[in-house]
């Protein structure tokens, strides 16, 4: 059975500092890994990630990829208020259909 | 604006009702999703269409019925529900279903209470 496994579970910082979300698999035929952001109700796209040591970034949010030892991060800096939201991780896998297995999610919350 | 709307936004029910959720997409996408989002649990598939052929159904209960009458509308159509189904629904969609990137998008969700 495909999982997901993603840490901490909830996370308090104060503005400004530096955040790092976890995100492990185990899943056959990996396709891809995707990070989302949702605040209230739809989860937002961010990075979608296919290939080991290639980082993404977007503005303070980066994420990179470890095929090998199957975890991604996703790294917030200088973080800001707008940064609440919980941070979802999501696998691609499977050889003929596609399927996206999340994990439960990062819960992150920055106050002033 | 992801350019996925579901409809309704809120939908309170008893266990006795009928009642449809709408998902419509306007980004041209073939592949179309639903997801359940409970409390403290991982989102979780439960149909998946391509090019409106169902290709996914993940042990979902019979009284949760999609129906897809064409790539850019999904429906799931809802009947004697239990409280325990009560949930946030989200739809998705992306661009194929067997492509390699399959990055998702989704709608805002349809908050349900069944009582």
């Known amino acids: 059975e495909d999982k997901v496994v993603q840490s901490p579970l909830s996370l308090v910082v104060h503005e400004g500092d530096t955040v790092t979300l976890n995100c492990s698999y185990e899943?056959?035929?990996?396709?891809?890994l995707l990070w989302y952001k949702q605040e209230k109700k739809a989860p937002t796209f961010l990075f979608m990630l296919?290939?080991?040591?290639i980082e993404k970034k977007s503005g303070r949010l980066s994420s990179i990829l470890d095929k090998k030892e199957l975890f991604s991060i996703l790294n917030i800096t200088a973080t800001q208020t707008g940064d609440s939201a919980v941070y979802l991780c999501?696998?691609?896998?499977?050889?003929?259909?596609?399927?996206?297995?999340f994990g439960k999610g990062t819960k992150l919350s920055v106050i002033p | 604006e992801t350019g996925v709307t579901q409809t309704p936004r809120h939908l309170v029910m008893g266990m006795t009702n009928k009642k449809s959720l709408k998902c419509e997409q306007h980004l041209g996408h073939n592949a179309m999703y639903w997801y359940k989002q409970s409390a403290k649990k991982p989102l979780e598939l439960m149909f998946v269409?391509?090019?409106?052929?169902?290709?996914e159904n993940n042990s979902v209960p019979s009284r949760f019925s999609p129906e897809c009458p064409n790539s850019s509308h999904l429906f799931l159509h809802l009947h004697t529900l239990q409280p325990e189904d009560s949930a946030l629904y989200l739809c998705?969609?992306?661009?194929?279903?067997?492509?390699?990137?399959?990055?998702?998008?989704f709608g805002p969700g349809t908050r349900l209470l069944v009582l």
């Open positions: 899943v056959t035929n990996f396709r891809s």
């Open positions: 999501a696998v691609g896998s499977g050889a003929g259909s596609y399927q996206l297995t």
């Open positions: 269409y391509n090019f409106k052929e169902q290709t």
């Open positions: 296919t290939s080991s040591g």
């Open positions: 998705a969609s992306s661009q194929d279903h067997r492509g390699a990137g399959g990055t998702q998008y």
